[in-house]
């Protein structure tokens, strides 16, 4: 399923080749979705040719070509549940609410669903959670894989060093270790394949601190 920037894109692509047969630069594309920098740019696109929307058209500069369309719709975010106890299996268990996907690599819009997941109430300490299930693999060197669901405890502060939930830029969302050095955040991944990301504080929103994690086998 397509962020809802990452199906804009993709729509507004397709739209001037259609119109001009010519692949807009990424200065028009950052233009067309209001974004503050070419990098979220560059990380679309990325998205887009992973999930097989696009692909790079060989030997020619900025050339891509539409495979597919997105048939979903976006889903608008919806107000937010408050946790409740209910009893499962005669043990006490946590109603939270789920999200839907996080990036574990290239940052994604977390799309809010409706959906709601019970959690071992062990596993939950005072405050507000929220889950989010991972996609992606680049925190996969302390165990968190593709698919599983994290248990996310909402927060806009956390110690140096703890894994979180980070909003870059107001849209992009990701799962990362946070290191604060004065104006500066580092979004550090857990897998020698990606780069640390450095970005200025202003930019980075702490939406929640990770605290557990449940994952199924099939």
């Given at each position: 399923?397509?962020?809802?920037?990452?199906?804009?894109?993709?729509?507004?692509?397709?739209?001037?080749?259609?119109?001009?047969?010519?692949?807009?630069?990424?200065?028009?594309?950052?233009?067309h979705l209001g974004l503050h920098s070419k990098s979220g740019i560059h990380r679309m696109v990325g998205a887009l040719e992973e999930r097989r929307f696009v692909r790079r058209l060989p030997n020619k500069a900025r050339a891509l070509e539409v495979l597919a369309l997105p048939e979903e719709k976006y889903i608008k975010p919806v107000k937010?549940?408050?946790?409740?106890f209910k009893e499962i299996a005669n043990d006490?268990?946590?109603?939270?609410?789920?999200?839907?996907?996080?990036?574990?690599?290239?940052?994604?819009?977390?799309?809010?669903?409706?959906?709601?997941?019970n959690v071992p109430a062990?596993?939950?300490?005072?405050?507000?959670?929220?889950?989010?299930?991972?996609?992606?693999?680049?925190?996969k060197d302390i165990g968190i894989i593709d698919g599983d669901t994290v248990i996310i405890?909402?927060?806009?502060?956390?110690?140096?060093?703890?894994?979180?939930?980070?909003?870059v830029d107001g849209y992009e969302v990701t799962l990362k270790r946070i290191q604060v050095n004065g104006n500066r955040v580092l979004l550090i991944p857990e897998n020698n394949e990606y780069e640390i990301r450095t970005l200025d504080a202003s930019r980075v929103e702490v939406q929640g601190q990770l605290i557990g994690l449940m994952r199924q086998y099939h």
């Open positions: 399923m397509l962020t809802k920037k990452q199906s804009q894109l993709l729509l507004y692509i397709n739209e001037m080749l259609l119109k001009d047969g010519v692949c807009p630069s990424y200065e028009e594309m950052r233009q937010k549940k408050t946790a409740v006490n268990a946590v109603e939270i609410p789920l999200y839907g996907k996080i990036a574990c690599g290239t940052p994604i819009e977390a799309v809010q669903n409706p959906d709601t997941i062990q596993m939950m300490g005072s405050g507000e959670h929220y889950a989010l299930t991972v996609e992606g693999d680049s925190m405890k909402r927060t806009q502060h956390v110690p140096n060093g703890t894994v979180a939930v980070a909003l």
